[in-house]
């Protein structure tokens, strides 16, 4: 008899919806107060600023309004966590957007700002079930706002690491959300029941074909904190720096994940 199909995860479209909002509001508070050679500042993202930076998680946000703009698509042919692996073919056209948006408004806060409000009063006009044409294909919306979290986590961690002392604090449904998406995806990646990893307290997942573990302390085990997984997942931090440096616990012949990350990049 065939394994049984992994039910999908279910994500609490309440708690989504505020998570996506606090975490903006985060990010929209930290950044109000920052002088021009803070903005001016490096960051891990290529050639980006800051302010390109925060320019971006902008338009992060407002990828749900530029897709409530388009029609409805016929039906959903994508799951929420399929979404990561289609990322990387916009890179060329997300780098310009965003370069657009911090010509274009000079007072990230008050861009910011404007995003989040028109964000809310959007989000109150729109049913979760509503299907939006995405980069990765037809999502309903409290799908893509669970790829929002993602976003906002894993920029927010950017921004905290360009910025000496910003310390952004992130949303704790934020970033279970994104923890969650992101091992799911692993899983989507990498099929099967040998390798369990765990990212406590947010998600744990079984994965990698071979020997399906059934019972017991599972033979292969990857275990990290929320943010090294994140990290990992998104190419902020190599397998093998983060193993020598103990970020990262794997035990078992089939624990070695280098080449399956990062998920997206």
Known sequence: MPPAKKRARAYDPAKTRAAVLAQLGNVREAVR?????????????????????????????????????????????????????????????????????AADHPDVGAFLADVEASLRTLLAGHLGGRLLETNAGALPL???????????????????????????????????AATRLLADALA??????????????????????????TRGTPPNVVETDPLTWIRLATGRVGWAEAVEEAMVSASGERADLGGLLPLMS
């Open 33 to 101: 107060g920052l002088g021009p050679e803070q903005l001016a500042l490096p960051t891990r993202l290529g050639a980006w600023t800051v302010r390109d930076l925060i320019a971006h998680i902008g338009m992060a946000a407002t990828a749900v309004h530029r897709a409530l703009d388009r029609p409805a698509p016929p039906k959903q042919d994508v799951t929420v966590a399929e979404w990561p692996f289609a990322t990387a073919a916009s890179a060329s056209a997300i780098d310009e957007f965003t370069r657009g948006l």
């Open 188 to 213: 989507v990646k990498a099929p099967g029941g040998s390798t369990e990893v765990r990212v406590p307290p947010y998600a744990v997942v079984q994965c990698v074909e071979g020997p399906r573990h």
């Open 142 to 176: 409290d799908d893509y706002l669970v790829t929002r979290t993602v976003e906002l986590v894993v920029h927010t961690d950017d921004l905290n690491a360009a910025v000496p002392g910003l310390q952004v604090p992130h949303d704790r449904q934020a970033l279970a």
